[in-house]
């Protein structure tokens, strides 16, 4: 068995929602929002956070149990946390109305996210996303992302209900958004079924 800890995601941030409507990324920020703001009438900000691994050096492998995300959690204002799948394109690439929506598109990875602040805070991402993952590791696909949520309330408009998370751009985050894996990597040629290294 091998453990990979990919502590360097390839991008992190966040899509803003505004009336007009408009889409604005964020990825450059040191923390990942997810969640909105209202003004007790309207809601009117919304905020969606992503993920996005390499996950180039996994290709092959077999994983031995459910991929886990560690994090920095910044602020605890949302409820309804959840981590989403995000399989539809690698989100470095996609446009800003897309993403938005891919984030918010299937069953979540986790429901209710019970979403901590402080370092070293770690969730299971569960069955389905080793499925997922496991997929793009045998398809030789070079990335894994994920998306961060907290829905609008269905009731009240809530001049705060927000979280985040810190980002790999803030200064110190304890650890940046990181994928922690553990799986039997594809034996190398030459190595007769042993794995080297």
């Known amino acids: 068995m091998a453990i990979a800890i990919l502590d360097d995601p390839i991008e992190d941030g966040c899509i803003e929602l505004e ?103 770690e969730v299971d991402l569960g069955a389905t996303a080793r499925a997922h993952l496991q997929a793009a590791m045998d398809a030789g696909q070079s990335w894994f992302a994920i998306g961060l949520q907290s829905p609008a309330p269905d009731e009240g408009h809530y001049a705060s209900t927000y979280a985040s998370i810190y980002s790999k751009e803030y200064s110190t985050p304890t650890p940046p958004p990181t994928l922690y894996v553990e799986y039997t990597p594809l034996p190398k040629g030459g190595s007769r079924g042993y794995i080297i290294g």
């Open 19 to 121: 009336a007009g409507p408009t889409y604005t990324r964020n990825s450059t920020g040191p923390s990942i929002s997810f969640g909105g703001w209202g003004n007790g009438e309207i809601w009117l900000k919304d905020y969606r956070g992503y993920v996005e691994w390499d996950i180039s050096g996994l290709a092959g492998g077999t994983l031995t149990a459910n991929p886990i995300f560690k994090y920095h959690g910044d602020s605890i204002f949302a409820d309804e946390e959840e981590i989403n799948p995000l399989t539809e394109e690698a989100p470095s690439g996609a446009a800003d109305i897309d993403l938005y929506g891919y984030i918010a598109s299937g069953p979540a990875y986790v429901d209710p996210w019970a979403h901590a602040k402080g370092t070293n805070k």
